[in-house]
């Protein structure tokens, strides 16, 4: 045990002294190469050079190249792309709120009641996992093809994950806590602010985080069926072969993805730190 | 299974069951399907929402649609595509989530591509799957297969993540060659992860060969869905929509229980 916690901190200073050695000389190719930025640059960098040659030899009509990509972003720009995505991202942002409206209250219900959970959960744990895709048709048979349909499917696929994780988190609040807090006659607005809120924080962050995601992907199906908007625009460029702004819109769509993912995960970890506080003070 | 798939083992458990269920969470499991029944019926009937027909129409559709076999024979054709897709993602999923889980180095490469995997709709690359794969068993799969790889791997890389460090030291100091510590340390401790990672991906497969059989050349489910939306058919729609609803979750209660008879040796 001691043994191997001293080889455990033995590595650590390895790879401690590894990382400020990187920062100090990077010159050295070989050691450079050895860190994890290395490995990185090798996969990251064949994966490029291979699209790269892929479609110098290939020509436009099979995948456009690297440069003609980004200028297919800039191009994007200029004939207006950019605001046709800009409306569908408006349409699935509306979708998305009414989704949480719905969601949390439903998960808080969900997390604090036993009885509404045993008459919810087998739908939603259901649903969760099944296929939301086959309801699409009866979607705009029920909506039509327009603001409301789009709505509609994007609150059916954000839905989930929120209140899911709502409901974990009011349940994952110290019961401890809430019977102190009791004892002590605190007020019900009181008890939401300081007790339940804190507590089940990251989360609801991590549910929006996930139901965000969610609600993209809603869009992108939900456009690409009726074949409107931003969808349209994808599969137009698709079976035009106009690859080069098929490319542009679908990295900035995943841009947007992993974007919103990681900043939204970034304020996740800094919640749970402040719960982590305000359990422990 | 939570219990199982965290680990701990430092506080006596009760004998691991599916679950436990108590005769209230029964009564208001049959309670809620009920109501469920109702409110449908009494939707349908009131004609608020033309295209939701009530239950009383919808099952004997369902039972016809049933007895003539062609629901059955479009939901074996969807779930061909699912399976194999599964089967593909899991024999690429899990090595490649063990050399994330076992390698910092790779991991940094490998965790990246895998984030930025889930956080983008995968729907978006129908166009150019259909160029690259086709419309057809290839481009299908291929679709497929991005929607279920992804939770393969993460799952697998955690699970291998999670083994102690002072278990594999404790191998190694018996000696233990490399092909045994996979065999007897990591993958017996990284199970349940990779199992719960393969049910999720097996549910992902078949909204993926749905997906797939709408998006890409209708057919099978899709192909049906599609048709009984386009002749107005609503209550053939709602019965498919109801048929591929249950489908999918037994299937998902059946990998549930696989699930449990593998690993009821961890918990004692």
């Known amino acids: 045990m001691a043994n191997s916690l001293a080889k455990a901190k033995e590595k650590q200073q390895v790879q401690i002294t590894k990382k400020a050695h990187e920062r100090k000389a990077p010159s050295t190719l070989g050691r450079l190469l050895s860190g994890k930025w290395g490995l990185r640059l090798i996969v990251y960098g064949a994966l490029?050079?291979?699209?790269?040659?892929?479609?110098?030899?290939?020509?436009?009509?099979?995948?456009?190249?690297?440069?003609?990509?980004?200028?297919?972003?800039?191009?994007?720009?200029?004939?207006?792309?950019?605001?046709?995505?800009?409306?569908?991202?408006?349409?699935?942002?509306v979708g998305f709120l009414l989704s949480l409206v719905i969601a949390i209250p439903l998960g808080a219900l969900i997390g604090r009641s036993r009885v509404m959970d045993d008459l919810l959960s087998p739908y939603v744990n259901t649903l969760f996992v099944t296929s939301k895709e086959a309801l699409i048709p009866l979607f705009v048979i029920l909506f039509g093809i327009g603001f409301q349909y789009r709505v509609a499917v994007v609150v059916l696929f954000a839905f989930f994950f929120p209140v899911m994780n709502t409901a974990a988190g009011v349940r994952f609040v110290d019961q401890h806590l809430i019977e102190?807090?009791?004892?002590?006659?605190?007020?019900?607005?009181?008890?939401?602010?300081?007790?339940?809120?804190?507590?089940?924080?990251?989360?609801?962050?991590?549910?929006?985080?996930?139901?965000?995601?969610?609600?993209?992907?809603?869009?992108?199906?939900?456009?690409?069926?009726?074949?409107?908007?931003?969808?349209?625009l994808l599969v137009e460029a698709g079976s035009l072969r106009l690859l080069d702004t098929y490319f542009a819109?679908?990295?900035?769509?995943?841009?947007?993805?992993?974007?919103?993912?990681?900043?939204?995960?970034?304020?996740e970890r800094r919640l749970r730190q402040h719960a982590h506080l305000g359990n422990e003070g | 299974m939570t219990t199982a798939a965290t680990g701990r083992l430092d506080k006596p458990r009760r004998k691991h069951r599916v679950s436990r269920v108590n005769p209230y969470q029964i009564g208001r499991w049959v309670l809620s399907i009920?109501?469920?029944?109702?409110?449908?019926?009494?939707?349908?009937?009131?004609?608020?929402?033309?295209?939701?027909?009530?239950?009383?129409?919808?099952?004997?559709a369902l039972r016809d649609e049933l007895a003539s076999g062609e629901i059955l024979a479009a939901t074996v054709g969807t779930l061909q595509v699912a399976f194999l897709a599964f089967v593909i993602g899991a024999l690429f999923?899990?090595?490649?989530?063990?050399?994330?889980?076992?390698?910092?180095?790779?991991?940094?490469?490998?965790?990246?591509?895998?984030?930025?995997?889930?956080?983008?709709?995968?729907?978006?690359?129908?166009?150019?799957?259909?160029?690259?794969?086709?419309?057809?068993?290839?481009?299908?799969?291929?679709?497929?297969?991005?929607?279920n790889v992804f939770v393969i791997i993460v799952n697998t890389s955690t699970g291998v993540r999670e083994v102690p460090f002072e278990l594999k030291e404790m191998a190694r100091a018996f000696g233990i060659s490399k092909r045994q510590m996979y065999r007897k340390v990591i993958f017996p401790w990284a199970g349940p992860y990779i199992l719960t990672g393969l049910r999720l991906g097996l549910g992902r497969s078949v909204q993926g060969a749905?997906?797939?059989?709408?998006?890409?050349?209708?057919?099978?489910?899709?192909?049906?869905?599609?048709?009984?939306?386009?002749?107005?058919?609503?209550?053939?729609?709602?019965?498919?929509?109801?048929?591929?609803?249950?489908?999918?979750?037994?299937?998902?209660?059946?990998?549930?229980?696989?699930?449990?008879?593998?690993?009821?040796?961890?918990?004692?």
């Not at chain 1, 008890?191 to 992108?220: D, N, Q, S, T, W």
């Not at chain 1, 992993?258 to 995960?265: A, W």
């Not at chain 2, 009920?34 to 033309?50: D, N, P, Q, Y």
């Open chain 2, 34 to 60: 009920l109501i469920f029944f109702m409110a449908w019926e009494i939707v349908g009937r009131s004609g608020v929402l033309f295209a939701i027909k009530p239950p009383s129409e919808v099952l004997p």
């Open chain 2, 210 to 268: 749905i997906l797939a059989d709408l998006f890409l050349r209708a057919d099978n489910l899709g192909l049906y869905i599609v048709n009984a939306a386009s002749s107005f058919q609503l209550e053939i729609l709602l019965a498919a929509v109801f048929f591929v609803t249950l489908v999918a979750a037994g299937l998902m209660l059946v990998a549930r229980f696989f699930e449990w008879w593998l690993l009821r040796w961890k918990v004692g």
């Open chain 1, 180 to 232: 102190t807090a009791r004892a002590f006659c605190t007020s019900r607005w009181r008890m939401f602010k300081a007790i339940y809120l804190p507590g089940a924080a990251p989360f609801i962050v991590a549910g929006i985080r996930l139901g965000l995601g969610m609600a993209l992907k809603g869009f992108v199906i939900a456009e690409i069926w009726v074949i409107t908007g931003t969808g349209r």
């Open chain 2, 93 to 147: 999923g899990i090595p490649v989530g063990t050399l994330s889980g076992v390698s910092v180095r790779w991991a940094s490469v490998i965790d990246p591509l895998v984030g930025a995997g889930w956080a983008v709709p995968i729907v978006m690359f129908v166009p150019i799957i259909s160029i690259y794969a086709g419309f057809d068993l290839l481009g299908k799969v291929f679709l497929t297969l991005l929607m």
């Open chain 1, 249 to 267: 819109i679908a990295l900035v769509i995943a841009a947007i993805g992993i974007g919103t993912n990681e900043g939204l995960k970034a304020l």
């Open chain 1, 48 to 93: 490029l050079v291979g699209w790269q040659v892929t479609a110098m030899v290939k020509g436009p009509f099979f995948a456009p190249t690297i440069p003609e990509t980004l200028a297919g972003i800039a191009d994007a720009w200029a004939n207006g792309y950019y605001s046709i995505l800009f409306d569908s991202l408006r349409q699935m942002i």
